[in-house]
């Protein structure tokens, strides 16, 4: 039965996190109330979210809703802000996290309603003054916090004018660079429980590929009402998570 649920919960998860990013104030809570260890549990989730985020991006890759030149730069920078984000978190009290976490949240909750994109852009993802300090920027606060990191960079695309079915792309890439370091470290240093792992991995699978269906089939104008329940969702978590 554990299993059943593991897997449900990969499904749950990962499709919202394609969708809008913050599966994880899902799949990591859940787990931890089934009594999984906390660094096995972030392990498994670090690991399917590893897999699933290539394979979701693989998809829309070939479909050409995204090509390899506009997108391969991204992985040496948010795996670079990760690395970044992981040795500040090293030297940052968990208090200053949680306030930093919700001050970027809320920030980016409020700066939503000033642009009046809507994803409906097609502009092609280019390095530039923009692009490079927003992605090493995420990717650090994906070292230093992780929670909403999808999210953050959904509004970072969308200030860009980047379409939404090319920012998704572009998010699951990210994803996986910034997921596949510590996927690798928590296997190496034995965090694995692997039959925990593959159920959640087998969910996180089948959520991306019902992600990217609906995002192939989801109008732009109801992306930015989504991102703001989500991130709405996210602080209420964190803020809770501090409390109690």
């Known amino acids: 039965m554990e299993f059943v649920i593991l897997y449900l ?3 749950i998860a990962t499709t919202l996190r394609t969708l809008a990013g913050g599966g994880g104030m899902i799949s990591l809570p859940v787990m931890l109330l ?3 260890p906390v660094h096995s549990a972030i392990g ?11 394979s979701s991006f ?3 890759y070939k479909k050409k809703e995204v090509s390899l030149k506009e997108s391969l730069w991204m992985i040496p920078v948010s795996l670079g802000g990760g690395i970044t984000g992981g040795f500040i978190a090293s030297k940052l009290s968990g208090e200053k996290m949680y306030i930093l976490a ?3 949240l809320i920030f980016a909750f409020i700066t939503s309603f000033m642009g009046k994109n809507h994803f409906s852009g097609n502009e092609p993802l280019r390095m530039n003054r923009v692009s490079i300090p927003g992605l090493f920027g995420i990717g650090m606060y994906d070292g230093l916090f992780g929670l909403g990191q999808g999210t953050l960079m959904f509004y970072l695309f969308d200030y860009m ?3 939404y079915i090319r920012a998704v792309a572009l998010v699951r890439l990210a994803t996986f660079s910034s997921c596949f370091g510590a996927a690798i470290t928590y296997i190496i240093a034995g965090k ?3 039959p925990v792992t593959l159920a959640l991995l087998l969910g ?3 959520g991306a590929h019902i992600g990217v269906r609906i995002v192939e089939k989801l109008k732009p104008k109801y992306v930015k009402p989504l991102l703001r329940m989500f991130t709405i969702a996210l602080i209420i978590q964190i803020l809770a998570e501090r409390v109690f």
């Open 102 to 104: 919700i001050f970027l």
């Open 192 to 194: 694995i429980i692997w």
């Open 58 to 60: 693989y998809h829309l």
């Open 9 to 11: 919960i990969g499904i």
């Open 34 to 36: 089934m009594g999984i």
């Open 161 to 163: 004018n980047i379409a």
């Open 44 to 54: 498994a989730n670090k690991v399917s979210n590893t897999i699933s985020s290539i």
């Open 204 to 206: 996180s699978l089948t």
